[in-house]
């Protein structure tokens, strides 16, 4: 059965600052990783997707992730927050369906 | 430019009401769902459909049924609306396998007095 554990359910960082968002995983089979924002008062939208081709991947707005499969791992990075990087972020896990994370809330603090 | 819309972004209902919530996307996409979203629950799956008039159960089915008549279009339905159904709820569509990425509506913030 596939799952997602977000660690972390508010993080606060300084405008200027590394943003690092966890997410472990469990999967019975390779998976395929995601991660989605979500503005105030929007839906979701895609950040990035890991597909097994590359363990590090680039998203949109400057972000990227790192699959590690030894850790069941695939941590959400920026070197250097915005404020308009403030915004729920969740992690997700697709295996016949979509697994979510219970989202991590980032606050940007000027 | 791809979109899923929901047929309201507020809407309050009383106890016992059967609630109407529709979805429509316009990618023509074979996957559509059904999420609802409470706080520090994240997203949970109520049904999902993989083809226009099949459905299947997701994660929290119970009080829910949904309608796949079109393609494009994806009704969840709750029969007798109760408190418990006070929530957000997001649908989303997406292409091919079911592993593409899911595009989503903006949300219909459901209140049950």
């Known amino acids: 059965a596939q799952s997602v554990t977000q660690l972390g359910s508010h993080v606060s960082v300084s405008e200027g600052a590394l943003v690092l968002l966890r997410c472990n995983y469990s999967?019975?089979?390779?998976?395929?990783l995601f991660w989605y924002v979500q503005y105030p008062n929007q839906g979701l939208q895609l950040l990035l997707k890991?597909?097994?081709?590359?363990?590090l991947v680039k998203g949109i707005n400057g972000f990227e992730a790192e699959f590690k499969k030894s850790e069941t791992s695939f941590h959400l990075t920026k070197p250097s927050a915005h404020m308009s990087d403030a915004a729920e972020y969740f992690c997700?896990?697709?295996?016949?369906?979509?697994?979510f994370g219970s989202g991590t809330k980032l606050n940007v603090k000027p | 430019d791809v979109k899923v819309t929901q047929s309201s972004r507020y809407l309050v209902k009383r106890t016992g009401e059967k609630v109407f919530l529709e979805c429509v996307q316009d990618?023509?996409?074979?996957?559509m769902f059904w999420y609802r979203q409470d706080p520090g629950l994240g997203l949970r799956l109520i049904y999902f459909?993989?083809?226009?008039?099949?459905?299947e159960k997701g994660d929290i089915p119970e009080g829910y049924s949904v309608s796949r008549e079109k393609k494009e279009r994806f009704s969840l339905i709750l029969e007798s609306a109760s408190t418990n159904q006070t929530s957000m709820y997001l649908c989303?569509?997406?292409?091919?396998?079911?592993?593409?990425?899911?595009?989503f509506g903006p949300g219909t913030r459901l209140t049950v007095t």
């Open positions: 989303a569509s997406s292409s091919g396998q079911g592993s593409g990425e899911q595009y």
């Open positions: 999967s019975s089979v390779p998976p395929y």
């Open positions: 890991y597909t097994s081709a590359a363990t």
């Open positions: 997700a896990v697709w295996g016949y369906k979509f697994y």
């Open positions: 990618m023509d996409h074979e996957n």
């Open positions: 459909s993989y083809d226009v008039k099949m459905k």
